[in-house]
């Protein structure tokens, strides 16, 4: 008997390459390309999904989980995770509804500090303490929603967004376009730019593919760590106020499992959970994606809206096992 | 900290108080919490009080064993609220065959997350955290599909026993996780399944060196977290009286692992503390009930609880030169 | 080329204590403008606490350390690349999954007027610079996808590129294939015409006498020797390198091993046949009879450890076949090889060898829990005599058989360890620097006891960096070059001054 393992020729690496640019492929584009498919099934099947008005509604359904979803991706470029930005999304809603009263700006400001500092926080305790992110960020969702009940009287206050500015913002809309959809869109482009084409958003690729590596090529590592967090936190936070401006009050049941949303969207639009990869069209089409399938089931009505966690779980599943599959070939392919 | 200690080295001192303070720190806060309260709350030692908190406490500890055992293979199970869901939405669908097939069913719904989880883990090679989180996803929307997200009573005598009825005065439950506490401690301490748990937890290399089949040890970890969390999820729905999937075992993943940090079991696997895990589930339910019996609100509770998870992770670390 | 009176980096006298051994001994090491300065010495001799030193990764515990005459202290490995010290490690120190041009330029991109980084630059001067290292492949394309010896390129371009006075290269080598290897030779002319300062570690000797000025030889933590590297012929460098003067060794004595073992049964217990793997081993082949060590000699690198882990079943096989009294491995993994009865002790005790969070008793008794267990569940009992049984004949020191093994001395951990694999009923020992980092005591007792199970019929097979104890322990030396067989040597030849021949012999 012998262990021949055979030796690799110029053919099976070619074959290699190829089959990995096919996984590549599917690990970036599939998103997209699915979301393309489940679109075409929904506008042949479904009259009602074939208006202008629900496509609005997709999209500003899709606004807050679009902005935590943003943070989330920074995050986890940087093999972090963060389980507190659905407290955080709740917490936003209820300081800005609280804080309308005394204006646009402070509708906007408070949460936004607030969610910030709590972010700030966290990023000082996984960059210092060097506690791992899912375990602090749990906690965070912990704290962040006790801090939330104190403020709402338990729960059981409801501020009401005081009519004005604030409230005119989260609901009017512009050529048919709610105004969020727009600052949205334009977050997305500066998230953009900051990951692509700045010295921090190199670090944060840096940082998730590899710790060490970049700590030896001199990048600051608690530094890029900690803004992160914060950024994550400010999203979070923007995403429940521009929430309550929407919905008109500071709502305190919603938000559970928006983490996971977040954190779905992310993982199915190709970002590695592990770190180090990752795009921000991606995220989009992971969101709109997550979006299309819920709108495509309340459409529908005949079956529970709870199918959306399904595919979304199933999808978790099969990306995260295609990209161990690329990172395998990847390995292979540079002996 | 007085140091009586003259003619030691401070350095001594802090060094053991490091070592002990993690693994006795939860015994000593739950004496001095039982004290306290025996101090201060009314009625705190009736019987009646005494139960409830013993119910309140059942499906954190049982979720919590499995945890316990996952994370002394230096994996954490994220998905065990969604299996609890899952569990207890599978049994007002199968108690029309009887008790029995119900519970069963439940297990089996665990059994089959629980090979997912551990193949992701040990086939594909995913981290536990990547692993388990698709399962979180996906396990509660299977478990809202199944009870057409709709929340089911249940009227089943015999099943609701489970959750009534009590033997010597302690309800069945408890018994239940009790017994189950006793085996995972036995497991751990005794079979030749727990000493390989612990070396693949400790150093994985070591253990596939030494012949330890670590991919077979991973996959039964998983599958035993999550036929315990399935297992809770039957207890808690006994207990109600009605299945609700979307509201069963919500965040008990974040209590579980509460309770095994602070009971000693360090995130960095190789140990299980079993004992020491059920001190850690009894101490923050029992913190969150003083809190309560005390005129502390809901939120207050909540963000102590978040503070005492980071000391508890902080002071259980491992210092490893990693 | 250009000589200026202040060295560029000088390092008097420096210490560096770690818990248990003293890494760095009072070393002195001179590095001038434009020489090629190869630092060598076998497994812990200290040159990679020399290295992590220079480059700020580890303070000193005494010792003065100046660059370009003026005293300094790095704080971290910013300050040292600060002050013009870059460092190419053995293990790639790039990100995979980001793209050549963007590791190329991690932390000094070139930006526009916006402030942003202007890709199209970056990606045009990263194809530029690539180009001068012989390297024409897409730099859009992720650093992983490359082959090793190209992402060490793409390292060296890195270190390179700022205006590095000092480039430390920690075996740059071990991964090129030949043709990058010139390219390699060819930068560093350049940078020795620039006046760069190189230091240069490698085993291969080959390498050392092409490109090197000046050697400096550490053994155990001290400078052994220092200088021009012409006025020093192979077999005097490898002797340094090895151990002590010949002289001496012939008194024997310093090693606790005992005669000749008379291998009774001619039928080999273990035979390799053709061991290949890519990059570390081609057709390495040797057979153990029962009662015989056979010794595995050669520098570090030259695929000894390799040897060790491609017969115990944990490195995969390109080729070869592995055979335990006769009969083949059919599958090559650490559980099959345990079942044929092959046990390895690993090089590294403590990431592959033993469970250091677990007891004494629980790490003997790991490997044989079934065989101590009744459906399941294990015996206390049986388990305490097993491990009684080996603690004693061991004499591992614990405090009691429940004692955490990383409480225990080096020496002790390493008897655990042994006494895990005795338990298990051998019939070959694979034993990877039994002694290396355990007290002068423990070390005696080690060998006196692979003596011992050596006379008792198991086949054993040694590597030691320690020259006398691998001449000492073994009947037959199986001497390795570039993970190939270069010689062997039986009976009187079985002695340091042949082995160094043998590792010193240019070419093969």
């Not at chain 2, 923050?284 to 309560?292: N, P, V």
């Not at chain 3, 390699?184 to 490698?202: A, D, P």
């Not at chain 3, 002289?247 to 024997?252: F, L, Q």
Request: aromatic content about 4%.
């Amino acid at each position: 008997m012998t262990l021949v393992a055979e030796p690799r020729t110029e053919k099976a690496e070619a074959a290699s390459l190829r089959t990995e640019r096919v996984v590549e492929l599917v690990q970036r584009q599939g998103a997209l390309a699915v979301l393309g498919i489940v679109l075409v099934v929904g506008l042949v099947a479904y009259d009602n999904f074939r208006s202008l008005d629900n496509a609005g509604t997709i999209l500003i359904s899709a606004a807050p989980a679009a902005l935590i979803a943003l943070g989330m991706t920074f995050v986890i470029i940087t093999g972090g995770i963060d389980l507190s930005v659905g407290s955080l999304y709740v917490l936003g809603g209820v300081l800005a509804a609280w804080a309308s009263q005394y204006g646009v700006a402070a509708a906007f400001a408070v949460p936004l500090a607030v969610c910030g500092l709590f972010g700030l926080v966290q990023g000082l305790v996984i960059a210092y303490a060097r506690l791992a992110p899912f375990i602090v960020t749990l906690a965070g969702l912990l704290g962040a929603r006790g801090l939330m009940l104190a403020l709402s009287g338990e729960g059981r206050t409801t501020y009401l967004v005081d009519p004005g500015a604030f409230k005119d913002f989260g609901q009017g809309s512009l050529l048919g376009v709610k105004y969020p959809v727009y600052l949205v869109v334009f977050l997305f482009a500066a998230g953009m730019v900051t990951l692509y084409r700045t010295r921090f958003g190199q670090s944060v690729y840096a940082i998730g593919g590899s710790e060490d590596a970049a700590r030896l090529m001199g990048v600051r590592i608690r530094a890029t760590q900690i803004r992160v967090y914060v950024l994550s936190g400010l999203l979070a936070g923007l995403a429940g106020a521009l929430n309550a401006a929407r919905l008109g009050s500071g709502v305190t049941v919603l938000g559970t499992g928006m983490e996971l949303d977040a954190i779905a969207a992310v993982v199915i639009g190709g970002t590695l959970l592990t770190g180090g990869a990752g795009t921000l069209g991606g995220t989009i089409a992971g969101v709109l994606l997550l979006q299309v399938i819920q709108n495509l089931i309340n459409q529908d009505g005949t079956v529970t809206s709870a199918w959306q966690t399904v595919i979304s779980g199933a999808f978790i599943a099969l990306v995260v096992v295609a990209q161990t599959y690329l990172a395998k070939l990847r390995r292979v392919a540079s002996g | 900290m007085t140091a009586p200690a003259v003619f030691k080295p401070r350095g001594v001192d802090t060094a053991t108080l490091r070592r002990l303070l993690p693994v006795y720190g939860v015994y000593v806060a739950l004496a001095l919490l039982v004290l306290f309260n025996i101090a201060w709350t009314d009625n705190f030692l009736a019987w009646n009080n005494l139960r409830i908190q013993l119910v309140q406490v059942t499906p954190v500890v049982i979720v919590a064993l499995g945890m316990a055992l996952v994370i002394g293979t230096e994996g954490i199970d994220l998905s065990v609220g969604s299996v609890m869901a899952l569990g207890a939405a599978l049994i007002p669908l199968y108690l029309g065959y009887g008790t029995v097939p119900a519970i069963l069913l439940a297990v089996v719904g665990g059994i089959v997350v629980g090979l997912v989880n551990g193949s992701l883990v040990a086939f594909v090679g995913l981290q536990p955290i990547v692993a388990t989180l698709a399962m979180l996803v996906a396990g509660r929307g299977v478990a809202l599909v199944l009870s057409d997200g709709k929340y089911k009573d249940i009227r089943a005598k015999d099943f609701l026993a489970i959750g009534t009825d009590a033997f010597l005065g302690v309800p069945y439950t408890v018994w239940i996780a009790a017994v189950l506490a006793a085996v995972v401690g036995f497991v751990v301490r005794r079979t030749v399944f727990g000493r390989r748990l612990l070396a693949v937890g400790d150093n994985r290399a070591a253990a596939q060196l030494a012949g330890v089949p670590v991919k077979r040890v991973l996959i039964t970890v998983y599958v035993i977290a999550a036929v315990l969390a399935a297992v809770a999820g039957v207890i808690q729905v006994s207990r109600i009286g009605s299945a609700d999937a979307s509201r069963i075992g919500l965040l008990i993943e974040l209590s579980a692992i509460t309770a095994v940090v602070v009971g000693g079991t360090p995130l960095t696997g190789g140990k299980v503390r079993v004992l020491g895990t059920v001190a850690g589930a009894f101490l923050m339910q029992l913190l969150t009930a003083t809190m309560i019996a005390n005129n502390l609100k809901d939120s207050t509770a909540q963000m102590v609880q978040a503070v005492i998870i980071l000391v508890a992770v902080y002071t259980a670390r491992e210092r490893r030169t990693r | 080329m250009s000589a200026p009176d202040a060295p560029l980096l000088e390092v008097a006298g420096v210490s560096k204590q770690f818990p248990g051994v003293r890494a760095l001994d009072d070393v002195s090491f001179t590095l001038r403008a434009g020489e090629v300065h190869a630092l060598v010495g076998e497994n812990g001799a200290g040159k990679s606490t020399l290295i992590k030193v220079l480059t700020g990764v580890y303070q000193p515990d005494g010792g003065d350390l100046r660059h370009l005459g003026r005293p300094v202290t790095f704080n971290g490995p910013l300050d040292a690349q600060a002050a013009g010290i870059s460092t190419i490690y053995q293990e790639v120190n790039l990100v995979p999954l980001m793209s050549v041009a963007r590791n190329l330029f991690l932390g000094r991109e070139p930006r526009n007027r916006l402030g942003l980084v202007d890709v199209g630059r970056m990606n045009r001067d990263a194809a530029e610079i690539l180009a001068g290292y012989g390297i024409t492949s897409d730099v859009r394309r992720p650093l992983g996808l490359m082959a090793l010896g190209a992402q060490q390129m793409v390292a060296l371009a890195r270190a390179v590129m700022v205006d590095a006075r000092v480039v430390v290269m920690d075996e740059p080598t071990s991964s090129l294939e030949p043709r990058e290897v010139e390219t390699l030779f060819g930068v560093i002319q350049r940078l020795h015409e620039r006046g760069v300062g190189i230091i240069y570690v490698s085993h291969r000797l080959d390498e050392l006498y092409r490109i090197c000025d000046r050697v400096t030889v550490l053994r155990d933590g001290r400078l052994v020797h220092t200088g021009l590297i012409k006025d020093l012929d192979r077999l005097q460098l490898v002797s340094h390198m090895l151990g002590r003067p010949m002289s001496e060794v012939r008194k024997a004595g310093f090693t606790s091993f005992g005669g000749e073992h008379s291998a009774a049964d001619s039928r080999p217990v273990l035979r390799a046949d053709g061991l290949s793997s890519r990059h570390k081993l081609t057709g390495v082949s040797f057979e153990v009879l029962p009662g015989e060590v056979v010794g595995l000699g050669g520098l570090l690198g030259a695929g000894r450890s390799e040897t060790i882990k491609a017969v115990a079943g944990a490195l995969p096989l390109d080729q070869g076949t592995v055979e335990v009294d006769g009969k083949a491995l059919r599958r090559p993994n650490p559980v099959a090889a345990l079942k044929a009865g092959i046990a390895v002790q690993p090089e590294d005790r403590k990431a592959e060898g033993i469970a250091l969070g677990l007891s004494v008793r629980e790490n003997i008794a790991l490997a044989v829990l079934p065989r101590l267990a009744t459906a399941g569940i294990v015996s206390e009992r049986r388990i305490d005599k097993i491990v009684e049984t080996f603690m004693q004949r061991l004499r591992i020191k614990a405090s009691s058989p429940h004692q955490r093994v990383g409480d225990l001395s080096g020496g002790n951990q390493q008897k655990v360890l042994l006494a895990r694999l005795l338990a298990t009923g051998p019939k070959v020992l694979l034993l990877d620097e039994p002694t290396r980092g355990i007290d002068v005591g423990a070390k005696a007792e080690v060998q006196a006891l692979i003596d011992e199970l050596a006379a008792e019929g198991l086949g054993v097979v040694l590597v030691s960096s320690d020259a006398e104890e691998l001449i000492e322990g073994s009947d037959r030396v199986v001497v390795l070059r570039d993970g190939a067989v270069a010689g062997m040597l039986r009976g009187d030849e079985v002695t340091t001054e042949h082995l160094m021949n043998v590792i010193a012999t240019a070419a093969s």
